[in-house]
């Protein structure tokens, strides 16, 4: 039985990132998000984050092959051993035909992909009512997911702020765009191994959770 080595794909405001959390609560699995990776590479210092830093600080993507490389690495750590979930990687086909290369190579192979659905208009009202915590990241949303006093994280007690694009409509258009001619590719690929399982966005987080967690029981 292979471990659960599971993508979780989903536009900006889609909660992606919370519903792979609570994966690694129910499952013991590692929450891989690309961004957190290279970050951390970064702090290490050494002559490849040097490399990363500056594509980072300009706002470039980090080539594929020093991603591959650093996730084939990542990879063969310990912590990984009860199986991943990967956040916002890989994000074209090729990027996802390189990895499934990496694991066949580990003895291990995609188990899961998620795709969490949700329209543009479903998104930009959403983005209008999300509220992010600058000091530990947490999410809040005004309508759904309120903090308990209004405008400070539950969490640590600093003051949430409204993210600057949130109400550059066209941004968000753009990037559903992106995302789409990024993501599709992928989850075609998958697709066709009957990897992956599509949710609706549009609900609560913790029905959404339950939804996904079946595939699982
Ligand atoms: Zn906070």
Redesign the pocket.
């Known amino acids: 039985m292979h471990k659960p080595i599971i993508l979780i794909y989903g536009p900006v405001g889609s909660g992606k990132g919370t519903q792979a959390e609570l994966l690694v609560q129910k499952l013991g699995v590692v929450h891989l998000s690309l961004g957190d990776i290279l970050r951390a590479k970064v702090a290490q210092n050494t002559p490849d984050a040097q490399v990363i830093k500056d594509y980072m600080s300009k706002g470039e993507l980090v080539p594929f092959h020093i991603v591959d490389d650093i996730v084939r690495q990542r990879m063969e750590e310990p912590d990984v051993a009860n199986g991943v979930v990967f956040d916002g990687y890989p994000r074209a086909l090729e990027q996802a035909m390189t990895l499934v290369k990496i694991l066949q190579d580990q003895g291990k192979k995609v188990t899961h992909v998620i795709a969490i659905k949700l329209g543009t208009d479903e998104i930009i009202e959403r983005l209008s009512n999300r509220r992010i ?6 999410i809040y949303n005004v309508v759904s997911e309120p903090p308990k006093v209004e405008g400070i ?6 003051a ?1 702020i409204k993210r600057a694009d949130d109400q550059e409509v066209n941004a968000i258009h753009e990037r559903m765009q992106v995302y789409q001619e990024e993501t599709l590719p992928v989850r075609d690929y998958f697709a066709k191994q009957g990897l992956v399982h599509e949710f609706d966005g549009n609900q609560g987080i913790n029905e959404l959770h339950e939804q996904i967690y079946k595939i699982f029981e």
Request: aromatic fraction near 0%.
């Open positions: 915590c600058p000091n530990c990241r947490e994280c539950d969490k640590c007690g600093t949430l």
